[in-house]
């Protein structure tokens, strides 16, 4: 027999635009307190690279800390450089006339940095410049250590190559003389104080077969998009040992995995806001959760975006975590095992959080094909719609207040008391549940109790 679905309202998608802070507080009603958070890039000591090249020419740098290799204005090989002054970095490029590329490289620096990199950084690259790096080994210890960076429309290519970071030493067993402070927001759910990798301002950053790892916060990062920015990885090994995620994608953020290895201590990815992750042929395992969706200081329509294909995936807890914003997760032929359910919607508890006020949003989607997974899909956010697209798919779990969504080619197993709404045209046969469990599902014909397949019950209304 076929139930009628009933037609699902969704709100239109609305082209994403940047809001200054002073525009979230206008529109979440709150009153501005004036400037938080860290300082912004350049402010603090002044910080001198070992080999800094700018507009395409070297200029003076901290030789002091330079212990071989051939440097040139275009190119350097073999470089050693080693430093224990957090004010002194490796190797800088700036300058749109600057294309430099730097060849069997080892760096080491320690002591605290700044900010997000740039100079400080053990490889960085700003305004408009170029910077490639192969078969090159950065290691830096310390307070916002940043081991590569990309900043000001720049580009960064990694070949061949390890680059970590380990920041500070932090949590129970860190010595007394640790440093205190410098950690992740809360709502991270991380510890550490350190990136490895973070790019920023309209740049884009490419790692080709490297291994890219970190003691905590964040290997892969990115920040102040500026509207756009864009890092890739491919063949990459990218690991957070004692806490941290493995990627992050702030507003206006792309990120793209190809053939990777992700073994992270927490997530796979964080996605905050309008902004995307894709992986494509990896591995993924994960401390908690494949993915943590959120959005702070921002509109209510954001839209994050996760991406996966032919991937084998392994998560401590949920795999899609979503904190009060709406997402579109698509999984095609993808081998998932969770610790906990497939995804979870909540409202965001966080202070800085998006906030709806009763306005209308684009909702939560997920999005299965031709694969088969077992977990359940807990809808629990009050402020947004969701709904679940099964093509070709078969689901194994719980469904709690979401729309269902499949086609001919598509199977549901409910394994313990479920709600849905059909939004299609489905057959009974199609949806099964064992003796004991109950499916309360709203449709627009075939109003009835039907007994299942497998002893389970059915109650359409």
Not at 5 to 27: A, C, D, M, N, S
Not at 238 to 243: D, Q
Not at 277 to 285: L, P, Q
Not at 386 to 404: D, K, P, Q, W
Request: charged share 20%.
């Amino acid at each position: 027999m076929k139930l009628t679905g009933k037609e699902l309202k969704i709100t239109p998608r609305v082209p994403y635009e940047p809001i200054e802070p002073w525009e979230w507080f206008q529109e979440n009603g709150i009153e501005d307190k004036g400037p938080g958070g860290p300082p912004p890039m350049g402010d603090g000591p002044k910080m001198v690279p070992t080999v800094y090249i700018k507009d395409g020419k070297r200029v003076e740098g901290n030789d002091a800390s330079l212990y071989g290799g051939v440097v040139g204005d275009t190119e350097a090989a073999d470089l050693r450089i080693v430093s224990y002054d957090g004010a002194v970095g490796g190797v800088y490029a700036e300058g749109a006339g600057t294309d430099y590329t730097v060849e069997g490289a080892v760096i080491s620096l320690s002591g605290d940095g700044q900010g997000l990199g740039e100079k400080s950084a053990g490889a960085g690259v700003s305004d408009h410049a170029k910077l490639t790096l192969k078969d090159c080994l950065i290691d830096t210890w310390g307070l916002s250590r940043t081991s590569t960076s990309a900043s000001g429309g720049s580009v960064l290519k990694v070949y061949d190559s390890i680059i970590t970071s380990h920041g500070a030493p932090y949590g129970e067993d860190a010595p007394d003389w640790a440093p205190k402070g410098q950690t992740p927001p809360a709502p991270l759910e991380i510890r550490g104080n350190n990136r490895t990798h973070c790019t920023v301002q309209n740049s884009y950053s490419y790692f080709y077969n490297s291994l890219i790892t970190c003691d905590g916060w964040a290997a892969l990062s990115t920040d102040a998009s500026a509207g756009f920015v864009y890092l890739e990885a491919n063949d990459c090994k990218v690991v957070s040992t004692k806490s941290g995620y493995g990627a992050y994608a702030d507003w206006g953020c792309h990120d793209v995995f190809n053939d990777c290895k992700f073994d992270v201590a927490c997530q796979g990815a964080i996605i905050a806001g309008e902004a995307s992750v894709k992986w494509t042929g990896s591995e993924i395992n994960c401390g908690t959760y494949l993915a943590l969706m959120h959005c702070v200081m921002g509109r209510h329509t954001e839209v994050g975006e996760l991406t996966l294909t032919d991937c084998d995936v392994k998560t401590g807890k949920t795999a899609m975590e979503v904190h009060g914003q709406n997402v579109i997760v698509k999984m095609e032929n993808c081998s998932v095992k969770t610790g906990g359910a497939l995804m979870r919607t909540c409202k965001n508890a966080d202070p800085n959080a998006a906030r709806v006020n009763g306005r209308p949003t684009p909702g939560d989607e997920l999005h299965l094909k031709e694969m088969s997974v077992t977990g359940d899909i807990l809808h629990e956010d009050p402020e947004r719609d969701c709904r679940v697209y099964l093509t070709s798919a078969c689901l194994t779990g719980r469904i709690e207040n979401a729309a269902l969504v499949m086609d001919q080619g598509s199977r549901w197993y409910a394994t313990a008391d479920s709600s849905v709404v059909l939004g299609c045209d489905v057959e009974i046969a199609q949806i099964d549940a064992p003796a004991g469990v109950v499916i309360q599902a709203a449709a627009a014909e075939g109003q009835g109790e039907y007994e299942l397949l497998s002893g389970g019950k059915l109650i359409v209304k």
